[in-house]
């Protein structure tokens, strides 16, 4: 147990629909980074937040948004699914902002969304 | 683009050691190194980072090049479950940190 905790493990969904997705840190990590990974594409950064602020943006469609709270965790919103964001979704944790390369993330175990 | 050049597999007996090797020629003066693994069916997990030095962990060793351009992950003695894929990223700081993951080496472990 890496302390990140994502929900829900498994979702399947029709396409057009929008699903949510759910990440709680690792106690006293105020970053969170959601990432996509796909077969063809590998791990995707999409999204970075710091302490309820967005920090950086990756390749994270219009159609997918994102948020944190101030409890700090965070949820992963997509929106007018396609059958090509059937991926697995990860979620990563860390102290700091980013701001050093020493910056070290913490992964969750991962929601796999299936859209039919 | 990862900026890192990885070989796509390797394979390695139990109970042995296993250098995994990473190319990162247009490495910064600022950029650490770090690597993590993907166990099947698991997510990414942090192993080990470095930024000049060689690094020793519970879990392995980075070996670092004195130019910086290329670096070494060192698993002492390879088991059953070090099989996984190995991801070696390279990361400044800043504004535009983000771990950038390319294809990784995808270690087999023969028993």
């Known amino acids: 147990d890496s302390g990140v905790t994502q929900t829900p493990k498994h979702l399947i969904t029709a396409t057009g629909q929008r699903v949510t997705l759910r990440c709680s840190p690792r106690?006293?990590?105020?970053?969170v980074y959601w990432y996509q990974q796909s077969l063809d594409q590998g791990l995707q950064f999409l999204i970075q937040?710091?302490?309820?602020?967005?920090?950086a943006k990756g390749n994270i469609l219009e159609r997918f948004s994102a948020q944190q709270f101030p409890d700090l965790h965070s949820e992963l919103n997509l929106s007018s699914l396609e059958l090509g964001d059937s991926a697995l979704y990860f979620c990563?944790?860390?102290?700091?902002?980013?701001?050093?390369?020493?910056?070290?993330?913490?992964f969750g175990a991962g929601s796999r969304l299936t859209v039919l | 683009d990862a900026k890192t050049t990885q070989p796509n597999s390797m394979e390695s007996n139990e109970e042995e050691p296993v250098h995994l090797p990473c190319n990162h020629s247009?490495?910064?003066?600022?950029?650490?190194i770090h690597w993590y693994r993907q166990l099947p069916s698991q997510g990414p997990e942090y192993v080990i980072h470095g930024l000049t030095s060689n690094v020793n962990n519970r879990m392995a060793s980075l070996a670092i090049a004195e130019d910086r351009k290329s670096s070494t992950l060192i698993l002492h003695r390879a088991t059953l479950r070090d099989a996984a894929v190995y991801y070696c990223?390279?990361?400044?700081?800043?504004?535009?940190?983000?771990?950038?993951f390319g294809k990784g080496t995808l270690l087999t472990v023969n028993p």
């Open positions: 937040y710091y302490n309820g602020e967005e920090r």
């Open positions: 106690s006293g990590d105020l970053s």
């Open positions: 247009t490495i910064s003066g600022t950029d650490y």
């Open positions: 990563a944790s860390s102290p700091a902002g980013g701001n050093s390369g020493a910056n070290v993330l913490t």
């Open positions: 990223i390279r990361t400044g700081g800043g504004s535009n940190y983000k771990l950038t």
